[in-house]
């Protein structure tokens, strides 16, 4: 074993003491009203979820507006609105929206391939540039990236490559906010297991994981990252089964 595997075996290992020990004493979990929340995708079933958890958590609002999220002009022109329109800076960013072409990688049509990355990995960095920039400037803010177990480990599917560039983006943006000291600019990677919204249904997981693993439960998948979300817990895996995955390949 080398120093980087070991480094990511005791990382792992520390998160799993720690939510183990969250489990019997749970942290404070932070308000969040007076944020302004953005969340990507909220027209899906988790999107629509997160959306009903933070405007009741913030007590607050919604406004929603209709943006191709892989359209980066598009992205900057909206921030701007939005920005305009509610008179403030976003200051907690869900990257949530995603797209999966269900098909096995050579059968996967050139275009579906290049929407999976577009959607799932290129619209992060658009999304970031839009609304990070403020949140560095006050020191203040929230970015949670929906990713996924499988952006962690693989199965048969179109939707893992673009999950491990998430994972790869949001982890390499985390790094940055904290070596640039922004220690107010929290940073959440959510990676929860398939959730049964039925946008799954082809993708082949393998057997000894479909054995133990039933899809989730969309609403128990969003509590669950709520509750990370809210003590800025850096990483949580949904559910906690899916953590030895992860630790049996570092
Ligand atoms: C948004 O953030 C920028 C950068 O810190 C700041 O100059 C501006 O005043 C903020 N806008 C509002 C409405 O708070």
Redesign the pocket.
């Given at each position: 074993m080398n120093i980087t595997h070991t480094m990511m075996l005791l990382d792992v290992i520390y998160f799993i003491l720690r939510g183990s020990v969250r489990i019997v004493f749970r942290p404070r979990t932070k308000p969040i009203d007076g944020e302004l929340v953005l969340i990507t995708g909220s027209g899906g079933v988790l999107g629509r979820l997160f959306a009903l958890e933070l405007v009741r958590e913030a007590g607050g609002k919604a406004h929603p507006y209709r943006v191709d999220v892989t359209n980066r002009v598009e992205v900057y022109c909206t921030a701007d609105e939005v920005?305009t329109d509610l008179?403030?800076?976003v200051t907690m960013l869900v990257n949530n929206a995603r797209v999966v072409a269900r098909e096995r990688l050579m059968d996967c049509p050139d275009e579906l391939v290049e929407r999976t990355m577009k959607v799932n990995c290129h619209a992060l960095f658009w999304m970031t540039k839009a609304f990070v920039?403020?949140m560095k400037?006050?020191n203040h803010g929230h970015i949670i990236t929906i990713a996924s177990v499988l952006g962690l480990f693989s199965t048969a599917c179109d939707y893992c490559a673009s999950k491990f560039s998430a994972v790869g983006f949001h982890e390499s943006l985390a790094h940055e906010l904290l070596t640039e000291e922004f220690d107010g600019v929290k940073t959440t990677l959510v990676c929860p297991y398939i959730v049964d919204t039925g946008m799954f249904d082809r993708c082949k997981i393998r057997d000894e994981v479909a054995l133990f693993l039933a899809p989730l439960d969309p609403e128990y998948c969003v509590e669950q990252a709520m509750n990370a979300i809210l003590i800025d817990q850096p990483l949580v895996c949904i559910p906690r089964l899916t953590y030895l995955p992860v630790i049996s390949r570092a």
């Open positions: 920005r008179g403030r800076n920039p403020q400037e006050q």
